[in-house]
């Protein structure tokens, strides 16, 4: 069974994001979402609400395969996280140039740390590629319309949360 991880924080989890999820179900046959809770970074959603956020949107709202995808939370090395589930795989999502120089540098050290993992840049589709957790909580907090850029059940998590 090929296994991959797709780390991050998902802080909401967006339609971006779910573009990734999507393409690599078509070539692994289990991914694992895996929202860090690094101490290090200040988060809008406790790990225990990101959770619930990926599951309700990726099982309630867009009946994805359970069999196939699971949610866990992680505080380790990425790599620590691959060895625990058996993935040979680190899948990360670039949107934009922009991305590319810290992804990149991320994944040499994944290499470096462990050079049986390898890392694979997904990009999402072009409509998605703008959309990030940071302008969607920013839009929200404006009292702006988040419907292109997240599921119903997010929607509803975010406008409660304000």
């Known amino acids: 069974m090929k296994t991959a991880i797709y780390p991050g924080t998902f802080d909401p989890i967006t339609f971006g ?38 599951k309700n949107s990726l099982f309630r709202d867009l009946r994805l395969n359970k069999k ?21 795989t680190i899948i990360r999502g670039l949107r934009a140039v922009s991305d ?20 694979m840049f997904l990009m999402s589709d072009i409509e998605n590629q703008i959309i990030s957790s940071k302008f969607v909580k920013e839009i929200t907090k404006l009292d702006g319309n988040i419907n292109k850029f997240v599921t119903k059940s997010t929607v509803k998590m975010l406008k409660n949360k304000f």
């Open 17 to 54: 994001h779910i573009d990734v999820i999507k393409k690599s179900l078509k070539i692994f046959d289990r991914v694992i979402i895996a929202s860090t809770d690094n101490v290090n970074k200040n988060y809008y959603f406790s790990i225990q609400e990101r959770l619930s956020i990926i």
């Open 68 to 88: 196939k995808i699971l949610v866990v939370s992680f505080d380790t090395l990425t790599i620590d996280l691959c060895k625990q589930y058996k993935a040979t």
């Open 100 to 119: 590319f120089e810290y992804e990149f540098q991320l994944a040499g050290m994944n290499k470096k740390l462990d050079s049986s993992i390898e890392t």
